[in-house]
């Protein structure tokens, strides 16, 4: 496990002026590439919503709840179910078959996938992944996630993690992710991570119809 944080206040990072989602992320990773950060493969992560079924909701008026199911490629042998503001759960990937068993109380939302993917560069114990975030065929955002593998605990690390960030997002530097909340102590985990991906996607949801603002 290591602490892990990205994104721009957990939002996807600003397209350049002029440029189109590719060509920035093209500029972030020519920064990494200069620095000295070395390609190490790719990455994926993936998202699909579910909603209550109906059937399951009475007829009191009660707000049906969304569930996030997710994979990362980091973890190939896991699923994630998650609530808002709620627990997620770290299952294997034989959840996705559940979850077609399940079509009576929970039912996929159309065209609700969302996902991130690109590259990861290795640069001393950093771990950074620059990934384009696309629903259907279209790009919706840009994904930075930077992780530091030596530490597991976040407050111990977080001025090591913003330096090494500034070093090449400049002025889009993200505050503290605020999945660390009061629980600054405590051991970082991949649901963390989870988490953060998925505020992130759920942003970009909300944003997508809203032009995103530039780079200057």
Not at 8 to 31: F, N, Y
Not at 40 to 69: I, R
Not at 95 to 115: C, N, P, R, T
Not at 201 to 213: D, S
Request: charged share 20%.
């Amino acid at each position: 496990r290591s602490v892990t944080c990205w994104g721009i206040d957990v939002s996807q990072m600003p397209v350049a002026e002029g440029k189109s989602v590719q060509q920035t992320v093209e500029l972030l990773t020519k920064k990494l590439e200069m620095l000295g950060a070395e390609k190490q493969g790719t990455f994926c992560v993936d998202c699909e919503t579910y909603h209550t079924a109906a059937s399951t909701l009475g007829s009191q008026g009660q707000a049906g709840k969304l569930m996030y199911v997710m994979h990362n490629s980091e973890y190939p042998l896991s699923c994630f179910a998650l609530f808002e503001n709620g627990p997620c759960l770290i299952a294997d990937t034989n959840f996705d078959v559940l979850m077609v068993k399940l079509k009576g109380f929970f039912q996929s939302a159309k065209a609700s996938k969302i996902e991130t993917r690109g590259t990861r560069y290795q640069y001393c114990d950093f771990l950074v992944k620059v990934g384009t975030v696309t629903m259907g065929p279209s790009a919706r955002g840009i994904s930075v996630e930077v992780e530091y593998g030596p530490c597991v605990v976040a407050s111990d690390c977080w001025s090591l993690l913003l330096e090494f960030l500034q070093s090449f997002l400049g002025s889009h530097t993200p505050g503290a992710p605020t999945v660390f909340g009061n629980r600054h102590d405590a051991v970082y985990g991949p649901a963390d991570t989870m988490v953060q991906y998925m505020e992130l996607f759920n942003k970009v949801r909300k944003q997508q119809q809203v032009p995103v603002a530039g780079i200057r």
